[in-house]
């Protein structure tokens, strides 16, 4: 950006950019931090840069900068290609495989319609019993691979020319001292304090830690569950295999937290250790305990949900109370007659696993439930 501004005759910009860690992809973030990929393909000068550098003013140092531009150029070159020559091969049966790897046996055949051997689809479904490099580009090969892996080296001394440059037309030749570290340099050296490393499994758990363990897995196989007492409560049981989907993602989603955060739980010294495990344990004690009341209550029959809108309720002093009627229910109706005679009611809809109240089906219904004030 520096160079570019500078090629350009404009003044730098105010914020360089500054790298950020992802909270849900911090691990891909350090691994390929620390592995140092993750933005050195990405950072290396475009064709286009390379040629607006070429077209500018020549003088030495800009002349330096230009040539480590290209030995990048030849490293991403080398990155992109040096698989490519790589192609599937039938191996001879008479010969050894070091020979084979040096020039014997014969390529395999290329899928149709993509004649070149080193094409992904190639190598990803090779057609032969084996991988080696093309025997008549072994040299490339080498070239290609020595450019890739000097990206580090040659992504430093494209750095430090290009600092050369700008100190001497912008700086009067003058090295400025270092500042504050701003943008991505704040992250540079610091990733093992800015991502600490996650605590891991200790290889012999104690009974402390057993605890916990056996806790969390208790109350993961309570909400595994859930999906399946409330589809029965529901009237599902014809989606089974839906509910057992839902059962199954539940558990592995489960597992899953308890392997990521499970160590978390019981890194405390002693007796402390098992306070997690106590704790999930009585979670999952009230769950499989209430996961059935609270799944009936949500999906009660119509006999319970008559006796919650009406019996217990404005007909609680009536000839409808629970006590003094007979219930019936045919092809989703509520029938409901007073033991000491009167108007039957007929209510829906009386169906098992829904959640609709119950309203009246005829004016005679409705009627004596308005004079009871329902």
Same mark, same amino acid.
């Given at each position: 950006?520096?160079?570019?501004?500078?090629?350009?005759?404009?003044?730098?910009?105010?914020?360089?950019?500054?790298?950020?860690?992802?909270?849900?992809?911090?691990?891909?973030?350090?691994?390929?931090?620390?592995?140092?990929?993750?933005?050195?393909?990405?950072?290396?000068?475009?064709?286009?840069?390379?040629?607006?550098?070429?077209?500018?003013?020549?003088?030495?140092?800009?002349?330096?900068?230009?040539?480590?531009?290209?030995?990048?150029?030849?490293?991403?070159?080398?990155?992109?290609?040096?698989?490519?020559?790589?192609?599937?091969?039938?191996?001879?049966?008479?010969?050894?495989?070091?020979?084979?790897?040096?020039?014997?046996?014969?390529?395999?055949?290329?899928?149709?319609?993509?004649?070149?051997?080193?094409?992904?689809?190639?190598?990803?479904?090779?057609?032969?019993?084996?991988?080696?490099?093309?025997?008549?580009?072994?040299?490339?090969?080498?070239?290609?691979?020595?450019?890739?892996?000097?990206?580090?080296?040659?992504?430093?001394?494209?750095?430090?020319?290009?600092?050369?440059?700008?100190?001497?037309?912008?700086?009067?030749?003058?090295?400025?001292?270092?500042?504050?570290?701003?943008?991505?340099?704040? @992250?540079?050296?610091?990733?093992?304090?800015?991502?600490?490393?996650?605590?891991?499994?200790? !290889?012999?758990?104690?009974?402390?830690?057993?605890?916990?363990? !056996?806790?969390?897995? @208790?109350?993961?196989?309570?909400?595994?569950?859930?999906?399946?007492?409330?589809?029965?409560?529901?009237?599902?049981?014809?989606?089974?295999?839906?509910?057992?989907?839902?059962?199954?993602?539940? !558990?592995?989603?489960?597992?899953?937290?308890?392997?990521?955060?499970?160590?978390?739980?019981?890194?405390?010294?002693?007796?402390?250790?098992?306070?997690?495990?106590?704790?999930?344990?009585?979670?999952?004690?009230?769950?499989?305990?209430?996961?059935?009341?609270?799944?009936?209550?949500?999906?009660?029959?119509?006999?319970?949900?008559?006796?919650?809108?009406?019996?217990?309720?404005?007909?609680?002093?009536?000839?409808?109370?629970?006590?003094?009627?007979?219930?019936?229910?045919?092809?989703?109706?509520?029938?409901?007659?007073?033991?000491?005679?009167?108007?039957?009611?007929?209510?829906?809809?009386?169906?098992?696993?829904?959640?609709?109240?119950?309203?009246?089906?005829?004016?005679?219904?409705?009627?004596?439930?308005?004079?009871?004030?329902?």
């Amino acid at each position: 950006m520096l160079l570019q501004a500078h090629l350009a005759d404009r003044r730098p910009p105010r914020r360089l950019p500054v790298g950020r860690v992802w909270p849900c992809f911090r691990d891909v973030w350090k691994a390929r931090t620390l592995d140092r990929l993750g933005g050195v393909w990405r950072a290396i000068p475009s064709a286009a840069a390379l040629t607006r550098m070429r077209s500018a003013q020549s003088d030495a140092l800009l002349d330096a900068v230009v040539e480590h531009a290209e030995a990048l150029q030849a490293s991403l070159r080398g990155d992109r290609t040096v698989d490519r020559l790589y192609e599937s091969y039938i191996p001879d049966r008479t010969e050894s495989s070091a020979a084979d790897l040096v020039g014997g046996g014969r390529s395999a055949p290329t899928l149709p319609g993509f004649p070149d051997p080193g094409h992904l689809l190639n190598r990803a479904f090779p057609r032969g019993k084996g991988m080696r490099i093309r025997p008549s580009r072994q040299d490339e090969f080498y070239q290609l691979s020595r450019d890739r892996f000097a990206v580090h080296t040659r992504a430093l001394a494209f750095g430090d020319a290009v600092l050369t440059l700008l100190v001497e037309h912008r700086a009067g030749g003058a090295a400025l001292q270092p500042g504050r570290v701003r943008g991505a340099g704040r @992250w540079v050296g610091r990733e093992r304090d800015l991502v600490p490393d996650r605590a891991k499994w200790p !290889a012999k758990l104690n009974a402390f830690q057993a605890a916990t363990l !056996a806790g969390l897995g @208790w109350l993961v196989l309570v909400c595994t569950g859930l999906p399946l007492t409330f589809g029965k409560e529901a009237d599902l049981l014809s989606r089974a295999p839906l509910l057992f989907l839902s059962a199954g993602l539940i !558990a592995c989603a489960g597992i899953g937290l308890v392997l990521r955060h499970g160590p978390k739980f019981i890194k405390a010294p002693g007796r402390r250790a098992a306070t997690p495990g106590i704790a999930a344990g009585l979670v999952a004690f009230v769950v499989w305990q209430g996961q059935g009341p609270v799944a009936s209550y949500f999906f009660a029959g119509p006999y319970d949900r008559y006796d919650r809108q009406y019996a217990n309720g404005c007909l609680a002093a009536s000839p409808y109370r629970h006590d003094a009627i007979q219930a019936m229910v045919d092809d989703g109706v509520l029938t409901v007659t007073p033991v000491t005679g009167g108007t039957t009611l007929r209510l829906g809809p009386a169906e098992d696993g829904t959640t609709h109240p119950l309203h009246p089906l005829d004016r005679a219904t409705r009627a004596v439930l308005d004079e009871f004030g329902c």
